[in-house]
């Protein structure tokens, strides 16, 4: 169901948009989480830690790519809002040629160097099969991976959030069993997880294909509009390249603290991969009231009304510091039985990996109190077009990690591991703070603040 973005109550808007789509990303966490269960569970600890070993390598490829897909879909909501069918279609046809290109270079670049990459990472010998096995096949599907972000990018550009989470419920109930059939029946190991998690987003990619030409045939561009549109086709590149760029410097250090941490051992691997995987849950409803503003900032954007934004942005400030005050509350009373669903009892260094996971789990959610806010103002910056703040943020990251890196982790080993992003976070959100106040667009009350 469509929702226009740019009409009435701020509120009530954004948590009609944002609510499919919290639910959205919680099952596509379901993939990683079901993984990991499965993988903790039936086959150890030595094998979680492998699959854990490629979260930074993961997200510095998958990251980037997805970055520059999710730049172009900001593009769909901004022409809907401005009520441009015309060059939304012409939009959306660049967007799936682009996405092509991008995928065939990451794939291609990524495998051909992935057991170089795993040695630079000083990933341990005794698992370093293991997140081989896993990280290859997940880099030989990223084209179902970013196909299927671009399509439900292009649903939610134009308001449908519902649409993305049916097909993503489906896929997941889907993606549990192919795990257990892959894993425990088949016996497949870690390489079997990967495959399910590729073949279940492959269906979600078929069905959001058959759902858009039944349903939203409007969508669909035709012959003529494939020709290139290069002024078009440069915008999108390179607001795609500084979404790319963004999450590239942030995965790069990613890879320098996991690099760091694969030095401490399999046990502080596993450790720090348990809680990672349980952060990233209860991070859902941060991202998302994120990626609901770039939206809700784009189609206003389009639509001339900048004092609604910063209504939107209110809004999904007081959402956010709220769900961070809850978060870590909850950490403290049952941070270490939630790490338990995923490492086995009396697995290798249980005790060890359950301590150094909870203590990594509780910082990094009390420092939630600046992840949100960050989120919040850097996507509604890249909602408006802003093509360097981003890349900026995400520089200012990488330079405290190195930082912290060379400095501070040699002295003070996984506790500076564990508090390096949160500290990161600080920072970043200060500069974002600045230049979205020093926006022009800000500095006077606009239509839409009072609603």
Known sequence: ????????????????????????????????????????????????????????INFLILGAAMGVTSGLTIFVARFYGAKNEEKMKRTIAHAFVIAAIVALLFSGVSLLLLRNILTWMHTPSDIFEFSYQYISVIFVGIIITLYYNLLAGILRSVGDSRTPLYFLIFSSLLNIALDYLFIAGLKVGVRGAAIATVIAQAVSVVLSFVFILRRYRFLLPQKHH???????????????????????????????M??????????????????????????????????TMTTFASQNLGAGKTGRIRAGLRVCLMIVLGWAAFSFLLSLVCGPQMLGLLIKKGAENYDLVIRNGTFFLRWNLLFFLALGPLFTYRSTLTGLGSKLVPILSAITELIVKVLFVLFIIPVYHYPAIALTEPISWVFVLAILVVFFYRNPLFRTKGDGDSQ
């Open 1 to 56: 169901m469509q929702q226009d973005l740019t009409t009435g109550k701020v509120f009530p808007v954004l948590i009609r948009f944002s609510i499919p789509i919290i639910l959205g990303n919680l099952f596509q966490l379901v993939y990683n989480f079901t993984d990991s269960l499965m993988v903790g569970r039936i086959l150890g600890a030595k094998e979680l830690a492998g699959v854990g070993a490629t979260g930074s």
């Open 226 to 256: 494939f020709v290139p549109d290069w002024l078009l086709a440069k915008e999108m590149v390179l607001l795609g390249l500084s979404m790319g760029f963004q999450n590239s410097f942030v995965a790069v250090g990613n890879v320098l």
């Open 258 to 291: 996991q690099s760091s941490l694969n030095l401490l051992g399999t046990a502080y691997v596993a450790a720090n991969t348990a809680a990672d995987r349980m952060l990233h849950i209860f991070m859902t409803p941060l991202n998302t009231m994120g990626n």
